[in-house]
């Protein structure tokens, strides 16, 4: 069974500064990985999408890496904005399933 | 606009109703899905539909029902509802490999009094 984890749970942070958020998965063959931002009463938007065959996906001032091997992805948001306050959610699925598996997610707050 | 659009956004009922959540895409995906996001913010996935098939069906009680009238529509059904189904449920769609597209809906919160 696939098993999903995220760290830190929360995170604030003053604006301006980098960071990095943590995914970490316990099965190792996924097909791809995805990351997601959640608003309040909202639903998800998704920020990336990693294949398996990938090491890394680049939008913006974001920055997803994967590293299948090892179980693990990475986040990184550059020059953060209170505007990227909001959840944000780490999911994988696997071969031949149509379905993700998600984190609980980081609760980031970016504070002017 | 396209988009996945799911009603009602807001749903209070009692103990023992039956409730429906309608879900609608005009993404022209082919597969959709019925996800459940309790109190601690986990989101697991419930059913998911390909041109109006049933392809997973997570262990979900009897008592929820989708029902996928054409790919573009899936619904959702719950007899008897107990105060534990209170969750936000939602919907989301792609392109039939996994991760293409996937695009939420807003999501129905349902709250069991």
């Known amino acids: 069974k696939q098993e999903v984890t995220q760290i830190p749970a929360a995170l604030s942070v003053p604006e301006g500064e980098n960071l990095v958020l943590n995914c970490s998965f316990t099965?190792?063959?996924?097909?791809?990985l995805q990351w997601f931002r959640q608003d309040p009463g909202k639903g998800l938007t998704s920020l990336l999408l990693i294949q398996s065959s990938q090491r890394e996906q680049t939008s913006g001032r974001l920055n997803a890496s994967l590293d299948k091997s090892s179980g693990r992805s990475t986040l990184y948001i550059a020059a953060s904005q209170p505007g990227d306050s909001a959840t944000y959610l780490c999911a994988v699925s696997l071969y031949n399933f149509n379905k993700f598996y998600f984190g609980s997610g980081t609760k980031l707050n970016v504070k002017p | 606009d396209t988009a996945v659009s799911q009603t009602p956004k807001y749903l209070v009922t009692q103990m023992g109703n039956d409730k429906s959540i309608k879900c609608e895409q005009n993404?022209?995906?082919?597969?959709m899905y019925w996800y459940k996001q309790d109190s601690k913010k986990f989101l697991k996935i419930m059913f998911s539909y390909n041109n109006k098939e049933l392809i997973i069906n997570e262990t979900v009680p009897n008592r929820f029902s989708p029902k996928s009238p054409d790919k573009a529509h899936l619904n959702l059904h719950i007899n008897s509802l107990e105060l534990g189904d209170s969750a936000v449920y939602f919907c989301?769609?792609?392109?039939?490999?996994?991760?293409?597209?996937?695009?939420f809906g807003s999501g129905t919160r349902l709250t069991v009094v």
């Open positions: 989301a769609s792609s392109l039939r490999v996994a991760g293409y597209g996937y695009t």
């Open positions: 993404l022209g995906h082919d597969t």
């Open positions: 099965d190792s063959a996924i097909y791809n």
